[in-house]
């Protein structure tokens, strides 16, 4: 199992809103020293398998096609191996 960690962040030729909202609450809390804020995503996906190229591929494409808008958007990711995730189905079993 894989787990690929994507980073989607602005352009930094596309205005950001909701960062200068963060760097204005930032400075009301005393944090003067805050030059500037750029928001973004953090993802991660878990993916069955072991080929890393096969993954950097699936992820890339993943990107392109759906998580990130090419047009005011870059990303980036990384691949590392993963314990996979167990999780039950139905409901908790009663104490």
Known sequence: MLLAKVYIKLKPSVNDPQGLT???GLRQLG???VADVRAGKYMEIRLDGDDVESAKRSVSSMCDQLLANPIIEDYTF????AQPVHRSLGTPPLP
């Open 31 to 33: 944090f003067d020293s």
């Open 78 to 81: 990384e691949i590392e191996a």
């Open 22 to 24: 963060i760097r204005g």
